[in-house]
């Protein structure tokens, strides 16, 4: 039964990685992303010894894996329970959108001078995507992709790194606050500015914006907390 429901969790068809030298990396992306997206919940236990079976591997690269989400602060190790996937409070979420706000701004300044025609084109089609959807359920992976996209060609690859791992923590957060209030319409109008301020080649403007963004994204999802589902 936990095997199935795993299966049905991460939209992944089991197969023998045992032998497969990225087989933790495997459990990993595919854990991770279940984690974010709100698939696998708040409170679910990870137990090594069925997710092994689950991909049909040792429990040396499902160990592996749980130890990088636990680093990423997705899971924690708890006594008597194993890894169990955590959520934030609003002081926690608060936070990690404060240092987005930070480390965010500052790779996109960096990456402006440097933002290729093809990236820049990539973006225009993004932008255009996220405001175009009507599915609230593709709205998470839009606005990231964007952001993504926009960070592209900076090289501050550590940077990057941090503040990859701390949208990692609230993706999920956002997803369901951009649902239960009005954050789309506003998301919409602030991405396709900081667009326009990177379009123009003026890396201080796109700062600013996203700083203001992501500051807005904060209040609002703090207005929303009690409301949100885990």
């Known amino acids: 039964m936990y095997n199935e429901r795993i299966g049905e969790i991460l939209k992944v068809k089991f197969v023998d990685i045992s032998q497969t030298k990225s087989a933790s990396e495997i ?3 595919a854990l991770r992303k279940a984690i974010i997206e709100g698939d696998i919940t708040v409170g679910a236990p990870l137990r090594q010894d069925e997710l092994a079976r689950s991909f049909q591997t040792s429990r ?20 008597f329970k ?25 790779i996109l300044r960096n990456a402006v001078p440097r933002m290729s025609d093809s990236t820049k084109q990539l973006a225009i089609v993004q932008c255009n995507d996220f405001s175009k959807s009507t599915d609230p359920l593709a709205w998470g992976d839009l606005n990231r992709i964007f952001h993504h996209t926009l960070y592209a060609d900076s090289d501050q690859t550590f940077t990057r790194e941090v503040a990859d791992n701390a949208m990692d923590r609230v993706d999920r957060y956002i997803r369901a606050q ?9 998301a919409k109008s602030e991405h396709l500015a900081i667009l326009d301020a990177c379009l123009s080649n003026n890396a201080d ?21 009690p409301k949100l589902p885990d």
């Open 27 to 29: 459990i990993f992306s």
């Open 60 to 79: 040396i690269p499902v160990r592996e894996a749980l130890s990088r989400l636990e680093e990423q602060g997705l899971i924690k190790t708890q006594r």
């Open 178 to 186: 951009l649902v239960v209030s009005d954050g789309m319409d506003k």
């Open 205 to 225: 403007l796109a700062a600013e914006l996203l700083r203001d963004h992501i500051l807005g994204a904060k209040e609002s999802l703090l207005a929303s907390f």
């Open 82 to 106: 194993g890894s169990v996937v955590v959520g934030l409070s609003a002081d926690e979420a608060s936070e990690i959108f404060n240092l987005r706000a930070l480390l965010e701004p500052e």
